[in-house]
């Protein structure tokens, strides 16, 4: 059974950054896509940043410049380096597996807040 656990989230003041990491076990064919999504109080998950198997990343505009997604291969891990945080950011984040044969995993998200 695949297991995604998310870790590195917490409260910052605004200006401020986190790390956060997404740790997969378990059997799974190989990785195609990770992503990194979010969702705030009262609003719809929306796509934060992907990352492809060869390293290509896309972000959404309003993290463009400040959030820098990454995986490590070797440990099952990917990362989502949040910078210059905003008020705007607060939310749960979850991380996202999409394996090559097309099945989809969830973590069940870390919890970020940025307020003064």
């Known amino acids: 059974q695949v297991q995604l656990v998310e870790s590195g989230g917490g409260s910052v003041q605004p200006g401020g950054s986190l790390r956060l990491s997404c740790a997969a076990s378990?059997?799974?064919?190989?990785?195609?896509?990770r992503r990194w999504y979010r969702q705030a109080p009262g609003k719809e998950r929306e796509l934060v940043a992907t990352i492809t198997s060869a390293g290509s990343t896309n972000y959404a505009d309003s993290v463009k410049g400040r959030f820098t997604a990454s995986k490590d291969n070797a440990k099952n891990t990917m990362y989502l380096q949040m910078n210059s945080l905003k008020s705007e950011d607060t939310a749960v984040y979850y991380c996202?597996?999409?394996?090559?044969?097309?099945?989809?995993?969830w973590g069940r998200g870390t919890q970020v807040t940025v307020s003064s």
């Open positions: 378990g059997s799974f064919a190989s990785i195609d896509v």
């Open positions: 996202n597996l999409q394996s090559s044969i097309g099945r989809i995993y």
